[in-house]
T-cell receptor
């Protein structure tokens, strides 16, 4: 079945460091791919998405490129801030059922 | 303001009691979902509904029930049959393929 694998956290960085959170997927067909962010005690917010191969999603300085050849959708940011500290979830859409398959989440902690 | 509301934010229940969590959306979305999140874990799908008066079981439906009588509302009942109901519950609605989430309800069984 379809699945999403994320790198385990926590990821601890200093402010202004470069961020990469790895995400790979297994899917039949051509799913859409997403990154969601969750701040403590809150629901998930859509960070960015890509709906077809080679698409690049971007938002708030974060980017991810849909790589079909490597089945990956890695999240990157050039310079993180303390306010980026949160849990990040990679997800893929599953066919016509409108269901999303989530990775287990990666906690990011940015120190001043 | 368009969005998804969940109430209450915190809920306490005694063992053996049923409890209903509310989820309302004014985004005019057809599809709605309920997820459970345990500490340090990802999201697990409980139930989902793609249209009014229809819903399907997700991966962990045992001990839960739902209804979808109105497009805007998708309440979740946690029954006494749910063995370990203490968790954070998230509701979402979908403008395919994107899902939008509510703020969540934290349920604690005493």
């Amino acid at each position: 079945g379809n699945s999403v694998t994320q790198m385990e956290g926590p990821v601890t960085l200093s402010e202004e460091a470069f961020l990469t959170i790895n995400c790979t997927y297994t899917a039949t067909g051509y799913p859409s791919l997403f990154w969601y962010v969750q701040y403590p005690g809150e629901g998930l917010q859509l960070l960015l998405k890509a709906t077809k191969a080679d698409d690049k999603g971007s938002n708030k300085g974060f980017e991810a490129t849909y790589r079909k050849e490597t089945t990956s959708f890695h999240l990157e940011k050039g310079s993180v801030q303390v306010s980026d500290s949160a849990v990040y979830f990679c997800a893929l859409s599953e066919g016509s059922s409108y269901k999303l398959i989530f990775g287990s989440g990666t906690r990011l902690l940015v120190r001043p | 303001d368009g969005g998804i509301t969940q109430s209450p934010k915190y809920l306490f229940r005694k063992e053996g009691q049923n409890v209903t969590l509310s989820c309302e959306q004014n985004l005019n979305h057809d599809a709605m979902y309920w997820y459970r999140q345990d500490p340090g874990q990802g999201l697990r799908l409980i139930y989902y509904s793609q249209i009014v008066n229809d819903f399907q079981k997700g991966d962990i439906a045992e001990g839960y029930s739902v209804s979808r009588e109105k497009k805007e509302s998708f309440p979740l009942t946690v029954t006494s049959a749910q063995k370990n109901p203490t968790a954070f519950y998230l509701c979402a609605s979908s403008d395919f393929p994107v899902q939008y989430f509510g703020p969540g309800t934290r349920l604690t069984v005493l």
